[in-house]
């Protein structure tokens, strides 16, 4: 079962699914989208925690990945254990995970993202201008195999 990061990240740059304009509409658009998607699947209890992260992603994308007259790129890949979800923009600038202070009005998204994912996140590169912002959202089962204890092995003494 892959809950490693180096496992679930995409493996090569596939274009976006579907195109949102850069704007909080587009962001709340793909929101909905993405809660069919996972109901259609059968993952309905992953939207709550899968659309924060994309909302988080597509935020920053807005706000930092923005090119005039672009739009912003997602695509939802089901994987065994949940989603990965894709967030495309037209900046190769990449993002970074910082420590936002207690009085800070922004800053905590990608905080969020990695708390929400367990570090299951990362930036790969694309064709032609840009990134791509990956995180991994995994279901319950998944999270419950990494908390159990692996048994003893067998020493040679």
Known sequence: MPTDPEQVKPRQYTPPQRLW???PSGV???RHAL?????EWGMSELADDAGLVLSELMTNAQRHGRVPDRRIGTSFLRVKEGVV???????SERPVLTKAEETDER???LAIVEAITDGRWGVTDR???????WAAVLGLLAFLALAEPTPDLPSDE
Do not use: M, N, S
């Open 35 to 39: 809660t069919d998607q996972l109901a």
């Open 28 to 30: 709340r658009k793909a």
């Open 107 to 109: 800053g905590r998204g």
């Open 127 to 133: 064709d032609g201008p840009g990134k791509v912002v």
């Open 21 to 23: 304009p850069a704007t």
């Open 85 to 91: 979800i894709e967030v495309h923009d037209a900046r």
